[in-house]
């Protein structure tokens, strides 16, 4: 079958195949849907968890690993302390900076996205309150003026430092022009006096390059309407070599903060880079395991939609396979011609998922600012698997088509 | 063996001989004879109308002979090559190259043209693009619709589908037309008009054999075989052939 001959009807097989497709579009086009979609959502999602893990690897790289992260207990509090979600205020960043002996750098973290506006534009940003020290803790350097000091906290002065790309979000005016101009954060003003340079790190959680950064004291008292509580501080230790010391004395000096007893559960958390880390990657692949769950379901649901479009195509043209074969069709012809529609149809349906999900991707990555990733090989495991399902859930109905008698196919009304 | 239509001629010219061909079908408890045991032979360029009342397994042996079915019993050599022990491809074969069959019911494929629909045959023998257009465009003409080539079945009258049919059976030039009421579904005039076709055909020295209820149909064939309960009950020549009723 497959000499000579059969590489000769293949072309006119697949040319059978497409017009039976094309004759029943509507109906080809929503049994291929579970497989579309499928494969569009798995390809959505694994382009968001690429471009996610992508930037977060470049951000190990940026990030030392002597910085500690320092947030609120998650989960239900044990004993005295029930009333109330456990909490980190300016008073234990300014705890942790005067108790510990110089031990640590510390830079209290606020932030809330706010609508910002520079004359006529403006766009929705995270206004990121912290102390000068952050810049430091976490290798931000300035490409223009000068970053706010110590004073203008206490002081809560309007003045901004700029991440990279927030001038660019703001009509596209040159950094060096924003340089002393005011900007309004929920309508008050302020006056730009930094713009950092770029650090390229985004991830799908936050990006730093895109962030109006403002004294800690200004953002709690003058922008976020009274919110006196932090969403974490940064900690950085002066060697790796300390971190155990600096460890004890972070839970030292909190647990005093926050009135709690040695041997009571702590109402917070301390974290290095790399149970950050892990925690993403465990996240991760409980995410792809999920995502394969789901890929496999939808993928068996289309299959078994294909198998079914295919009996019904089958009876349907059972006086056409009885016509073929009293004029000299062989079995393995119509097994063919029946096998390749469904394979048509399947790597159909794979290739506008792959469009789909590729146009998904790209939506979440212009609409959510996330980074994607459309990964190769996830493209190509699609298409492959929807060729494995052509072929499997088609065999049954082609072969069901091969074995009709020709005289019954034709006499079939 | 008997043989009935010949006169001395060669076994070469022998294309059909079958000898005690019986066809059963069991259904249930019950058991119908549709052939009960059918020896014929036919020679090469011979025109018979296979003629009988209704159920007396004119069709059945139709497709016995076509290839289309397979006999309980008996045997049935079809150019000195005896059928029963060919497999499903070579009877495939068989189909496609040496016999060429038209349905009471046409059985075109509906969505392809005209053309296509005489290009099938070519299609499953192998033959490429241009060379089998050539063909099919040939044996259209040949029925008297090179007019008609890109026309799809539902645009075309019976008598037109008839014709695309009969292009089809010829395309690869079979050793056998088998013609199963081909004017049955067509009215009078037109039956006739596509009997003048098979009679040229005939003339031009192709085998057919035709199954008709209609006299003046069966009229155009020079020899009758007349069946009745599945059996032969006279099988004679029409020395009026080709003068109609
Ligand atoms: N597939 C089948 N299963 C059971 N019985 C069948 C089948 N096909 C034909 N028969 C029976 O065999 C007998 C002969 O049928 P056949 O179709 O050959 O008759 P026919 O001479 O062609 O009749 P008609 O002139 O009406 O077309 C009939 O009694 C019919 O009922
Ligand atoms: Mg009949």
């Known amino acids: 079958m497959f000499g000579r001959r059969g590489s000769l009807l293949l072309t006119e097989i697949m040319g059978v195949a497409l017009a039976a497709i094309r004759a029943n579009a509507l109906r080809s086009f929503l049994t291929t849907l579970g497989i579309i979609i499928g494969v569009g959502a798995v390809i959505t999602m694994v382009s968001l968890g690429e471009g996610a893990s992508r930037q977060i690897q470049t951000q190990i790289e940026g990030m030392g690993t002597n910085v500690l992260s320092i947030q609120p207990a998650r989960g239900r509090m044990m004993g005295g302390i029930a009333s109330g979600a456990a909490r980190l205020y300016a008073d234990d960043a300014v705890a942790l900076r005067d108790q510990s002996n110089g031990l640590l750098k510390v830079a209290p973290e606020t932030s809330s996205r706010l609508q910002v506006t520079y004359l006529r534009w403006n766009d929705n940003l995270e206004v990121f309150g912290t102390w000068p020290e952050w810049f430091e803790i976490n290798n931000m350097r300035l490409a223009h003026g000068r970053l706010f000091d110590f004073g203008e906290n206490q002081g809560r002065r309007r003045v901004a430092v700029l991440g990279s790309e927030v001038p660019v979000n703001l009509g596209g005016t040159p950094p060096e022009l924003l340089m002393g101009r005011t900007i309004q954060v929920r309508g008050i003003s302020f006056e730009v006096i930094g713009i950092l340079e770029e650090k390229g790190s985004a991830t799908p959680f936050m990006n730093p390059d895109n962030r109006v950064y403002v004294p800690l004291n200004t953002a709690l008292y003058r922008v976020m309407g009274g919110r006196d509580f932090l969403g974490g501080i940064s900690v950085q230790v002066p060697g790796t070599a300390l971190m155990d010391l600096a460890y004890s004395e972070i839970d030292r000096i909190l647990r005093r903060q926050h009135q709690i007893l040695p041997g009571q559960p702590a109402d917070f958390q301390i974290r290095n880079f790399s149970d950050l880390l892990a925690t993403f990657q465990e996240t991760q692949q409980t995410f792809a395991f999920l995502l394969a769950g789901i890929a496999a379901v939808s993928l068996l649901v289309g299959g078994i939609g294909i198998m079914n479009i295919m009996l019904v195509s089958v009876t349907e043209r059972t006086r056409e396979i009885g016509v073929r074969k009293a004029m000299g069709a062989t079995r393995l012809n119509i097994l063919f011609q029946f096998l390749i529609e469904s394979l048509a149809l399947c790597l159909l349906g794979g290739a506008l998922g792959v469009a789909a999900g590729w146009g998904g991707a790209a939506l979440v990555a212009w609409q959510g600012g996330m980074p994607t990733a459309v990964a190769m090989e996830a493209v190509i495991i699609a298409l492959g698997f929807s060729a494995a399902i052509g072929l499997f859930f088609g065999i049954w109905p082609a072969r069901r088509a091969a074995k009709l008698d020709p005289i019954v196919a034709l006499r079939y009304e | ?245």
């Open chain 2, 1 to 245: 063996m008997t043989d009935m239509g010949g006169n001395g001629k060669s076994e070469n010219d022998v294309i059909i001989r079958t000898q005690g061909l019986k066809k059963y079908y069991v259904l249930g408890a019950e058991t119908v004879r549709a052939v009960r045991g059918v020896d014929l032979v036919i020679r090469r360029e011979e025109f018979v109308a296979i003629m009988g009342p209704s159920g007396s397994g004119k069709s059945t042996f139709m497709n016995l002979i076509g290839c289309l079915d397979t006999p309980t019993d008996g045997e049935y050599w079809l150019n000195g090559t005896s059928v029963k022990e060919l497999s499903d491809n070579e009877l495939a074969r068989i189909r496609n190259k040496e016999i060429g069959f038209v349905f009471q019911t046409f059985n075109l494929l509906p969505r392809a043209t005209a053309l296509h629909n005489v290009e099938l045959p070519l299609i499953y023998a192998g033959v490429r693009g241009r060379s089998r257009r050539e063909m099919a465009r040939e044996k259209l003409e040949l029925v008297g619709l090179g007019d008609r080539m890109s026309h799809k079945p539902p645009e075309l009258s019976g008598g037109q589908r008839q014709r695309v049919a009969i292009a089809r059976a010829l395309v690869n030039n079979p050793a056998l037309l088998l013609a199963d009421e081909p004017t049955g579904n067509l009215d009078s005039v037109t039956g006739e008009e596509i009997m003048e076709v098979l009679a040229d055909l005939n003339r031009q020295g192709q085998t057919i054999l035709l199954v008709t209820h209609e006299h003046n149909i069966a009229a155009f064939a020079r020899r009758q075989v007349h069946l009745l309960d599945g059996l032969i009950e006279r099988d004679f020549i029409n020395h009026h052939a080709g003068v109609e009723a």
